[in-house]
């Protein structure tokens, strides 16, 4: 493993971003994400805790507390410490990693982290057999999908060994650049106009203050490779992206509820596009809001290109979520109730070795554990989708509120939403309405 030293940094304060700032609700939460990876080779706990203060090193989330010094009156803030360590708990299993892991990370996705000033981070190592397997676990304030990725990848990598380039941008740095973002007036006037008059629920039901949660998360039902590639077919000749796909059959779902001619759906954004955050520990993800006109009968494939056309609109206005909801004066109310997030694949198994026999097909799970709805940084979709496409097959999961929509139908949803897309890569240029019937 690389012993690449740092030098202690000075501690350093930031403003929160507005994705931390909207965890501060409550004084715990347990949304966690964790980053998995596979430990090959022999096992000795100190090198491993050398391994997880080499990453805590490199990355100032790794070290960061939010606090609320900043006085009465002000937004809460960041302190990124120089130095820190995580916390590493080890712990031996009779089994395998297949059977044992899904209770591993069930067991850590209910464990609370405390928000203000207290760390965000904390690791388990789990011997299961000759396995070893490191599980990081960070609250989404300081972690998104991204993350669990990067910390996956750099973890296995300075396993074996390699030297990696010292980080340049940290969360504390996004989150300085996010606040001070400031709208042009060609901005304003468009999100004002846009969401202005349109459907920002699709007539479903919104949450009182204080109301109670279920969290249910459905699986997706798996469309095969041919459906998949009949999808990225449209989607190509319509001169966009399977993103654009995917929304339109998110809009198709509850396209007989709508109230509006215009709707509005939520689209998770990794904010990683430019090389130098691409590498951050951090929560650097955001939520656009889409604004989709379905009047008339669009065929599937027109409605494709009409969420193309608002995808080009709202990157070219683009703000932070946060920010937009200050300009727009919505708090508390929601942006949009529906929500597409497009995962992206899962990795494999093992991190620079062959694994195991038993456990060869095995991909280990990313993503955000949490043991009920919460705030999709200050967007409050209530309905949320998660597809996936994973060695050519379309998977992924429907996260809803089962008290408010009730559990069968947000199972519903989910065969819903696949069942447009089956239906759409055989006949796309059927009229949308005509295509969601009977689903």
């Known amino acids: 493993m690389s012993t690449e030293t740092f030098a202690a940094t000075p501690t350093v304060t930031a403003p929160v971003s507005y994705c931390q700032e909207s965890f501060l ?52 803030g960041q302190r990124v410490a120089g130095t820190g360590r995580l916390d590493l708990v080890y712990e ?180 990683r596009d430019q090389p130098h955050l691409r590498s951050v520990v951090g929560c650097l993800a955001d939520q656009l809001p889409l604004v989709v006109d379905i009047a008339g009968r669009p065929t599937f494939r027109g409605l494709v290109g009409r969420v193309r056309e608002a995808l080009l609109d709202a990157y070219e206005h683009r703000l932070p979520l946060g920010r937009l909801v200050e300009l727009l004066g919505r708090r508390p109310a929601p942006l949009f109730a529906v929500n597409l997030n497009f995962l992206p694949p899962a990795r494999p198994a093992a991190a620079g070795a062959t694994p195991a026999a038993a456990d060869e097909d095995l991909l280990l799970p ?17 309905l949320a989708y998660r597809p996936r496409i994973d060695r050519g097959l379309l998977a992924g999961e429907v996260e809803g509120d089962g008290h408010l ?10 065969e819903r939403f696949s069942g447009v897309l089956e239906r759409a890569a055989r006949e796309p240029d059927r009229d949308v309405a005509a295509l969601v019937a009977g689903l």
């Open 405 to 414: 929509h009730g559990s069968a139908q947000v199972r519903r949803w989910a």
């Open 366 to 382: 990313y993503g955000i554990a949490k043991s009920r709805p919460d705030a999709w940084w200050l967007g409050d979709a209530t």
């Open 92 to 271: 031996r299993h009779d089994g395998s990693v297949r059977e044992l892991l899904p209770r591993w990370l069930l067991a850590g996705s209910e464990r609370p982290f405390r928000l203000l000033d207290g760390p965000l981070a904390r690791a388990e190592l789990h011997a299961a057999g000759a396995r070893h397997v490191l599980v990081l676990w960070l609250h989404h304030a300081i972690s998104d999908l991204s993350t669990s990725q990067v910390l996956a990848d750099e973890a296995a990598r300075l396993w074996r060994g390699e030297r990696l380039p010292r980080p340049v941008t940290h969360m504390a740095d996004f989150a300085r650049q996010e606040r001070a973002v400031r709208p042009t007036a060609a901005q304003w006037r468009y999100w004002e106009q846009t969401l202005s008059g349109a459907d920002d629920t699709f007539g479903l039901p919104y949450p009182a203050a204080g109301a109670a949660h279920l969290m249910d998360r459905p699986a997706l039902p798996v469309l095969p490779a041919g459906v998949v590639t009949a999808l990225q077919r449209l989607a190509a000749t319509a001169r966009t992206t399977m993103t654009a796909v995917l929304a339109a059959a998110s809009v198709a779902a509850h396209l007989d509820t709508a109230r509006e001619e215009r709707v509005v759906i939520g689209l998770t954004v990794g904010n």
């Open 25 to 76: 609700a409550a004084d715990e939460s347990a949304v966690n994400v964790p980053s998995v990876v596979a430990l090959p080779g022999p096992v000795a706990v100190d090198r491993v805790r050398g391994l997880l203060d080499e990453l805590v090193a490199r990355h100032g989330a790794l070290r960061t507390e939010l606090t609320s010094e900043a006085g009465p009156g002000s937004p809460p």
